[in-house]
């Protein structure tokens, strides 16, 4: 079942890495690829342990926090799309066979989805210097309207309800209570998934 829910989560955020280089192609063009398919390809398919150079090796919530800051030159989406799949490797701790006695933490798994949620907040509301978005994703602030895409919003909700979906089947199987979280997406900070 995790392995079953790891590979649709990597599936919807490779999704949501083309959704967004196609919006943003600019982006794919700074980090050297020569197509939106290699620029994705390199994010997934490269055997890099979610550890680029071109990120100083960052991963996790580092990754996500420089994809988002004002004055990072370099390939937004990379960073933003390897700060969420390290940040969901690491839930599942760092593996991607699972066995009938593997454990996973339900904790680490909570924590990501709600990472998952303020990171989709940021995106759609982080803002350069003159104010203008860093990514185009969902027209901010107008999801009925002409510009809008729902298709990002789909996509972070398939993968913030199957990160949800395991994390209560694990509390339920490891008789451990998760602890839950509220904040304030505009004041959230990211929780830890160690």
Do not use: C
């Given at each position: ?7 649709q989560i ?115 509301s982080a ?68």
């Open positions: 079942m995790a392995e079953s829910h790891q590979q990597f599936a919807s955020l490779r999704r949501l890495a083309v959704k967004l280089y196609k919006r943003n192609p600019r982006e794919w063009r700074k980090s050297g690829a020569d197509s939106l398919e290699t620029a994705v390809a390199r994010i997934f398919d490269e055997p890099h342990h979610w550890r680029l150079e071109t990120l100083g090796y960052r991963r996790d919530l580092d990754a996500l926090r420089v994809a988002l800051h004002p004055e990072f030159r370099g390939d937004r989406v990379q960073a933003y799309v390897v700060g969420l799949g390290s940040m969901v490797q690491t839930a599942f701790g760092d593996r991607e066979e699972f066995y009938v006695l593997d454990a996973l933490a339900a904790q680490p798994l909570y924590n990501a989805a709600r990472n998952v949620e303020i990171a989709a907040w940021k995106l759609a803002r350069d210097e003159r104010g203008e978005l860093l990514l185009l994703s969902n027209q901010a602030g107008d999801v009925t309207g002409p510009g809008a895409n729902l298709s990002f919003e789909r996509e972070f909700g398939r993968v913030i309800g199957l990160l949800d979906a395991l994390a209560d089947v694990v509390e339920e199987q490891t008789e451990r209570t998760v602890t839950r979280v509220v904040q304030n997406l505009a004041t959230a900070v990211f929780l830890p998934v160690h």
